[in-house]
């Protein structure tokens, strides 16, 4: 499954640093933080998908407590 989300973020350096955080993460499948475009397009298997996101935005928020999600 692929989603894509708006996201806050207050630069390119720290959408960077989110990204590779998320990437670490076990299920993610791939990760993209767009700082121009305030997206974060998150792939992960179907069946784990609500795990991995909830994943994905507690380590974004560790490397970056500023990143918000706007579903």
Request: hydrophobic residues 40%; contains cysteine.
């Amino acid at each position: 499954m692929k989603k894509v989300y708006n996201i806050e973020i207050d630069c390119a350096v720290c959408a960077q640093k989110c990204e590779d955080a998320i990437k670490k993460i076990d299920g993610v499948t791939s990760v993209s933080v767009n700082f121009i475009n305030q997206k974060m397009t998150l792939e992960a298997a179907d069946e784990n998908f609500d795990k991995v996101y909830k994943a994905a935005v507690k380590a974004a928020k560790k490397v970056e407590p500023d990143f918000e999600v706007n579903d």
